[in-house]
């Protein structure tokens, strides 16, 4: 084998070993990132899962507000048809006198 040929083939291999070198720190560093992006992503869902468990107690206490409005206004509506019922009896008795 001539040793121009046998210079060719090494510098082939060695561009090859470069290459394969230069492959290996590429897929280290995509393992890296896809481990960091993991990670991030995990913590966007538990930030997530606590702002709906946030949201949906805002809900809850939202309902019990509305339900407490609602029985305040049905008191306030029957305390009013009272006042009403006794200023229409009162005014019946002053005018019938």
Known sequence: MPD???AQRVARLERQVADLTERSA???A???LAAGADRDVAEVRAELR???GTLNALR????????EMRRGFA???TSLQQIVTLL???GRG???A
């Open 75 to 77: 008191t306030v509506n």
């Open 94 to 96: 002053e005018g019938g």
């Open 26 to 28: 590429d897929a280290a």
């Open 4 to 6: 121009e040929e046998l």
């Open 50 to 52: 606590a702002h709906t």
């Open 88 to 90: 229409e009896v009162a």
């Open 60 to 67: 809850e206490d939202q309902i019990d507000l509305r339900d």
């Open 30 to 32: 995509a393992r890296v």
